[in-house]
């Protein structure tokens, strides 16, 4: 298959990301993620485990809104891949 290198920042229909924003906003998600991680950690180790948790759900509902996007685009990649398969096939089985 053929994958992107990862699944962050998601490209949208309506607006493509050209490679520069790509890279950019692929930092920018690493950066923040590290942050709030560190702040988590910080948070458990000073036993305040409300605010922790707070962090914690907040990191794990910002990816798991991009579960939706990742279905969809792998669904449009496995149709694409199906679909380039059995053109190769029409084509190699008329030039038989």
């Known amino acids: 298959m053929n994958w992107d290198a990862s699944?962050?920042?998601?490209d949208s229909e309506n607006r493509r990301l050209s490679v520069d924003e790509r890279?950019?906003?692929k930092i920018t998600t690493i950066s923040m993620t590290t942050i709030f991680v560190a702040i988590y950690g910080v948070l458990l180790y000073a036993?305040?485990?409300i605010y922790a948790i707070?962090?914690?759900e907040g990191i794990i509902l910002t990816a798991?809104?991009?579960?939706p996007c990742i279905v969809v685009k792998?669904?449009?990649v496995c149709r694409e891949e199906k679909d380039q398969k059995n053109v190769n096939i029409v084509v190699s089985s008329?030039?038989?």
């Open 7 to 10: 699944f962050s920042p998601i």
């Open 23 to 25: 890279k950019e906003y």
């Open 47 to 49: 036993e305040f485990r």
């Open 54 to 56: 707070c962090i914690a």
């Open 64 to 67: 798991m809104l991009q579960i």
């Open 74 to 76: 792998l669904w449009r």
């Open 94 to 96: 008329k030039s038989d």
